[in-house]
């Protein structure tokens, strides 16, 4: 099916509701963010000690070691990573900077050769914290992370004050990036619609890594995210954004909330999956559902979900309750609009590559779950499998993807304008 002629914003019309955050009156009494939150400003690490510098007080921080590999990980109550700087030394290899929670930042050290915290202080004016470490041997790091957490309090005239309490909490339902927004690519109508294609992984989260030639999941998803984009842009009718078009990470909730901030019509996630088994092959589309369709799918979206966790560490911020405010925002339309789409992504596709048999399945993605935007995460193959590599690895392949996804949304919004 083809339209030739121009088509206008579908989506904003027919489908999008003005569900912008969640208020929920509660029983109980939730906190507010500490009133006088202070951002790191610079973390130095150096043979026997860490600095960390901050431009505004914090209520407390506290440093605990963990395994495999090893790091020790430093929380700072109060604390935002707004603009911080990091410098790598001693027997720390990589300082990595993220918000853990609304009013928790987490700094992980990433250490080349086991070293312990023996011990810190709080400057006197409560805007730097030194933290003394020295070098042990792997059994003495195995004893210390028996041992808990050890805190430290800056003075008591430099730290916040006490969080207010309040009796309504609010839950953001997708944040954008704050890098900005992406650029987008075709024509420079904005009544034509706007897709959000997502590759999934990147920077220090590889996602899956193939036995058939190392190759990693997030360079065969940004490949294959260039190339929808590429077809879509020969069609001259459909414009579109990549969430990342580098190798870099980006939070689950950032991936949906680039797609809301930019209004857009449709947001597609492509992945590549692996399994126990060398013989599971073929792509698999997914849609959101509170209840998964098989044990495999929810086994998939639990794995899938935890890509902030890197090494134990959350880089998300986002925990159960959001997550479970969000699935109950989500409109029946938008679920359905979605289904719809995920059936004419099969039907494009079978032509093209290879599919599971029982290819559309459900399962509750985080990155599926913008309430007011269709979306649905494209599973194009398995890493584990050989033939699956050869096909996405490829640059013949990966046309044949970036084919049958542009056609499916060809066919898409040429529905929704006969539609109307």
């Avoid at 410098?87 to 300082?95: E, K, Q, R, T, Y």
């Avoid at 007011?372 to 995460?377: E, G, I, K, R, Y």
């Amino acid at each position: 099916m083809a339209v030739k002629n121009n088509w206008t914003h579908v989506g904003n019309g027919l489908h999008k509701a003005s569900m912008l955050s969640a208020i929920m009156l509660a029983t109980g009494i939730f906190s507010s963010p500490a009133a006088h939150a202070g951002a790191i400003r610079e973390v130095l690490a150096n043979e026997d000690s860490i600095l960390v510098k901050f431009d505004g007080a914090v209520n407390k921080a506290s440093v605990f070691t963990l395994a495999g590999p090893n790091r020790i990980a430093l929380d700072i109550l109060g604390g935002t990573t707004d603009k911080g700087t990091s410098l790598a030394g001693g027997p720390v290899s990589n300082v990595r900077l993220g918000q853990f929670s609304f009013d928790t930042a987490r700094v992980v050290f990433d250490l080349a050769t086991p070293a312990l915290v023996t011990g810190g202080y709080f400057s006197a004016d409560g805007r730097s914290l030194k933290i003394n470490l020295r070098r042990a041997v792997a059994s003495e790091f195995s004893s210390a992370m028996g041992r808990g957490k050890i805190n430290f309090l800056p003075p008591a005239l430099f730290r916040s004050k006490p969080p207010k309490k309040r009796y309504e909490v609010t839950a953001p339902i997708g944040r954008a990036s704050q890098r900005g927004m992406p650029k987008i690519y075709g024509p420079s109508d904005p009544t034509l619609p706007l897709v959000v294609v997502d590759a999934g992984h990147g920077g220090h989260d590889p996602g899956a890594i193939s036995p058939h030639g190392g190759k990693r999941e997030k360079e065969v998803t940004l490949a294959i995210a260039k190339s929808i984009r590429d077809e879509l842009v020969k069609t001259g009718r459909i414009r579109v954004a990549l969430t990342r078009d580098t190798d870099r990470f980006l939070v689950l909730q950032d991936r949906f909330g680039i797609a809301r901030k930019m209004k857009a019509d449709l947001f597609i996630s492509v992945h590549a999956d692996a399994a126990g088994s060398e013989q599971a092959n073929g792509a698999t589309v997914y849609t959101l559902s509170e209840t998964a369709s098989d044990r495999e799918a929810q086994k998939l979206a639990a794995r899938e979900n935890k890509s902030d966790i890197i090494n134990g560490v959350n880089l998300g911020g986002a925990d159960a309750n959001v997550s479970s405010i969000l699935i109950d925002l989500t409109q029946r339309e938008t679920m359905n609009v979605s289904a719809d789409f995920a059936k004419l992504l099969i039907r494009e596709s079978k032509p093209n590559m290879r599919l599971r048999s029982n290819s559309h399945r459900f399962a509750s993605f985080v990155v599926l779950k913008a309430p007011d935007t269709p979306s649905v995460l494209f599973e194009t193959g398995y890493l584990t499998n050989a033939k699956d590599v050869a096909f996405l690895s490829s640059r013949a392949g990966q046309r044949r993807v970036g084919q049958s996804v542009a056609s499916a949304i060809q066919v898409h919004f040429a529905r929704k304008l006969a539609s109307r």
